[in-house]
Every structure is written in C-alpha cells, then in structure tokens.
C-alpha cells in the first residue's frame, strides 16, 4: 500500500482493463513495455531490449530509459488521483547511469508527494542481475480537464461501461460496542 494514500485499493479489473488499452498503444508496443504490476504505491514494467532500442554505439538509447521511466513514474501515481481527476507530466529528470545492449530491463516506481495539483514520483532501471541503469524522477500536474480517464476511452474507441477506478471499503462496525448493545 502507499503510504500517500494507505486506505486505496485498486480495483482489479479496472486494472485489468487500463493496462490493456495502455497496452495497446503504439508506443509502447515499438518499445515492447509491458506493465507487470500496478497498484496504489507501485507501477513495475519490463522491456525486452532489442536491436531496434539500441543508439548508433550498440547501446540502448537514452531516451528509452527516458520513456520508460516517464511511463512508470506516471502509472505510479495512477493510484493516488482520484476518478475524476487526470494529470500529465510536467518534467522528468533522467540519470543515465549504464548502458546495456541485450536482456530484459524492469522498471519500478513509487510515489513520493500527491499535492492537491503537482504529484512527483521516482524510479529506478535495472538489468536482469540486478545493476542499476536508470533513476528518474517526474513531477507532474493534476487537474479534472488533463488527460482524464476519458479522454483514453474515446481516442480508443471505447464504448464499453469502464469498472470503477477504487474498491469501496465495507464500513466497520466496533464489535466491542456491538457486543455491549446486546448485552454480552
């Protein structure tokens, strides 16, 4: 759980249906990105690097650690904006720190402050045996008119009612008073 937003849950199958359709986008099919886990405090990705990713020299190109880490950072913070409100990124600040040429490369990140407008995550790349590649960190805007949930939906033709974004949490009833008004 984050700790931005401790009482969150994502609904799994509104999950299951977001990362399908981000899934679907061009991008990030060229990139071979896929979304392995996403939830409240947490987005994870892996990209198989393949020779289409790599720069002149044989090495990945910065900007596929750019792109990753912009589309983790931003996922991560899916989980602490509300269902009515949407955000872009403002910036996002890349540190290189070593390039790979073959294998897979995960991609983790987690939220650090969820403002009432600006919201910054970080992450980190790294390779298959665990050396660090790549850290970032995103600060982005957040409002009910920047790339809502919506806006998705009709660029990708989606007609289909869409889960809610949260599980709502039963209410708790205090068995000690419960007991005490029965007269246990």
Same mark, same amino acid.
């Given at each position: 759980m984050s700790y931005l937003s401790p009482d969150r849950k994502l609904n799994p199958d509104h999950v299951r249906?977001?990362?399908?359709?981000v899934s679907k986008g061009e991008f990030y099919q060229m990139l071979g990105m896929r979304i392995t886990d996403l939830r409240v405090g947490l987005c994870e990705a892996e990209v198989d690097v393949a020779p289409r990713?790599?720069?002149?020299? !044989? !090495?990945?190109h910065g900007?596929?650690?750019?792109?990753?880490?912009?589309?983790?950072?931003?996922l991560a913070m899916y989980g602490e904006v509300d269902e009515h409100e949407g955000y872009a990124t403002l910036d996002l600040v890349v540190n290189d720190l070593k390039?790979?040429?073959?294998g897979t490369i995960v991609a983790r990140a987690k939220p650090v402050?969820?403002?009432?407008?600006?919201?910054?995550?970080? *992450?980190e790349i790294?390779?298959?045996? !665990?050396?660090?590649? *790549?850290? !970032?960190?995103?600060?982005?805007?957040?409002?009910?008119n920047v790339q809502p949930l919506e806006q998705m939906l009709k660029y990708h033709q989606i007609d289909e009612p869409f889960p809610p974004k949260f599980v709502k949490k039963p209410a708790i009833v205090n068995p000690g008073r419960a007991s005490t008004a029965?007269? *246990?």
């Open positions: 249906m977001f990362i399908d359709i990713l790599l720069n002149s020299f !044989g !090495g990945i900007g596929v650690y750019a792109s990753i880490l912009d589309t983790v950072t931003y390039s790979v040429n073959s402050r969820s403002g009432r407008h600006i919201l910054l995550a970080e *992450a790294r390779s298959e045996a !665990g050396s660090l590649l *790549a850290t !970032g960190t995103s600060k982005m805007f957040k409002a009910p029965l007269g *246990a």
